[in-house]
């Protein structure tokens, strides 16, 4: 993304709590073969970060870092390409498959050009990596707004990776430690229904996981 003005949209959103969104962002891109410099910009931004965002976001680079390149492109596909329950789509946490979700997607789109730039190609703009860096690069208070209305998907997804005893689990920590709270009963009827089902006949608005990144970086 390149914004059209970053200095002038970053208001008072705390410095932690944006390199929080870029570092997780960069830890939940597809690992191809620019895997290792994420890995490698992650390390850089810890020292911009303290108390548990650093622990949070340290263990899953540390993890990360532990395991071949084979092992984690695998791992990353069997846990959120193979899974709905673990889908890194935000809308499809409100949406599903149903006529709803178009709309819900487009507000992304108008997010990011409302910031002065473009939703990104070959990736969907409520990707939750997608939205984390624009919200640390390009529009902190609107991207904030996009995860804050997507708070209960988000912890959600975080309990989904910590039954899974994912890595990714405490990267989605931290980012929730920027948040606030998620109402316990909303997180807790979502996990039980799950995403929404069309009851008419249609075709899905897109798949149902989350696609791979097919180019380095975010």
């Known amino acids: 993304m390149r914004p059209a003005d970053r200095g002038a949209r970053r208001g008072s959103v705390p410095l932690q709590d944006r390199v929080v969104w870029q570092a997780v962002s960069l830890l939940l891109a597809y690992p191809d073969e620019g895997h290792g410099v994420r890995l490698d910009t992650v390390q850089s931004l810890l020292a911009h970060l303290d108390g548990e965002p650093r622990l949070l976001v340290g263990r899953t680079l540390g993890e990360l870092r532990d395991q071949d390149a084979m092992t984690v492109a695998r791992r990353y596909v069997e846990t959120f390409d193979l899974s709905r329950r673990r889908a890194l ?25 409302a910031a002065g730039t473009t939703p990104p190609a070959g990736e969907a703009p409520d990707h939750l990596p997608v939205v984390l860096e624009f919200a640390a690069t390009v529009d902190p208070r609107a991207g904030r707004e996009l995860l804050v209305e997507y708070r209960v998907p988000i912890e959600v997804l975080r309990r989904a990776l910590a039954e899974a005893d994912s890595p990714y689990a405490h990267a989605v920590a931290a980012v929730c430690a920027t948040l606030p709270a998620a109402g316990e009963e909303q997180v807790c009827r979502l996990r039980t229904a799950g995403a929404p089902v069309e009851s008419v006949g249609l075709q899905p608005f897109q798949l149902t996981v989350p696609p791979r990144r097919t180019s380095g970086g975010l």
Do not use: E, I, K
């Open 89 to 113: 789509l935000l809308t499809y946490w409100t949406a599903g498959d149903t006529r709803n979700r178009g709309m819900q997607m487009l507000a992304f789109a108008h997010a990011y050009r």
